[in-house]
């Protein structure tokens, strides 16, 4: 048996997020459809984390462990042609038997983007949260850098069927901060994990400073307060790119 690492891209658009729904089509579940076809029988897939519905990837990581011994590249070229083009395997390696995608990571980075044109074109509208109303943008790219640090993330966290395992919600966010670039409004954050819908509560709480209804000092009150309602609106999924997964050095792939 084979430990097998996939690095993965996708267009979230048409999905409904990663994880495995009944009746709904998913990133995993398309993924365990076509490696269990591969490999003769069922085969199931970990993720790093998982994306919300609309939400995208440029380097999600995923692992599975299988008995097929087809010659990584040869997989990753199997895997590519029975996949929708929506979705793309990066890269395939072996990993450590024990290689864990979720548990494993030490960081990961996420990036929102805005477009702020009066008019967002057809090619652009999949992949950003179009908002062409009145905004402080210095306000919003002021405000970011109040997420740092170590904290009770609860103000950000959508309802989650794993509350009542009472699940600590502190994170450390090791770098946030937004920023103007090629044409749209920025935010990227880095941080050691992040709880249900959390990037896109952070992102729709600088909006509302951005709108005039917080000031960027208010931040830190807000989360403080651990309340869910003084947060901003969640904003949409199109806009959200899980951008990559960092792992220690011992997780590394062996080869490929």
């Not at 010659?71 to 590519?80: D, E, S, V, Y």
Request: hydrophobic letters at 40%; charged letters at 20%; one cysteine or more.
């Amino acid at each position: 048996m084979r430990r097998i690492r996939f690095t993965l891209a996708y267009d979230g658009t048409d999905f409904h997020g990663w994880q495995v729904q009944p009746g709904l089509v998913t990133i995993q579940g398309v993924l365990q459809e076509i490696l269990t076809r591969l490999e003769g029988s069922p085969i199931i897939v970990h993720g790093s984390g998982r994306t919300d519905a609309g939400v995208h990837a440029l380097g999600q990581v995923a692992a599975c462990t299988m008995a097929n011994p087809l010659p990584l590249p040869n997989l990753q070229k199997a895997l590519n042609h029975f996949l929708p083009h929506a979705i793309r395997v990066l890269t395939v390696d072996e990993a450590d038997p024990n290689f864990q995608p979720r548990f494993d990571a030490l960081a990961k980075t996420y990036e929102y983007r805005i477009a702020r044109h009066e008019v967002c074109t057809p090619f652009l509208r999949r992949y950003v949260h179009h908002f062409p109303y009145p905004l402080d943008e210095e306000a919003f790219i002021r405000a970011a850098p109040g997420y740092e640090g170590e904290h009770n993330f609860s103000t950000f966290a959508a309802a989650d069927e794993r509350d009542d395992l009472d699940y600590s919600k502190v994170r450390t966010i090791f770098r946030s901060e937004a920023f103007r670039a090629d044409g749209l409004l920025i935010y990227r954050v880095r941080g050691s994990g992040f709880l249900k819908h959390m990037v896109r509560n952070l992102v729709g709480t600088l909006l509302e400073v951005g709108k005039g209804n917080h000031q960027p000092r208010d931040i830190a009150e807000i989360i403080a307060s651990r309340d869910r309602s003084r947060g901003g609106a969640t904003a949409p999924g199109s806009g959200l790119f899980l951008l990559s997964v960092e792992y220690p050095t011992s997780t590394r792939p062996t080869n490929g």
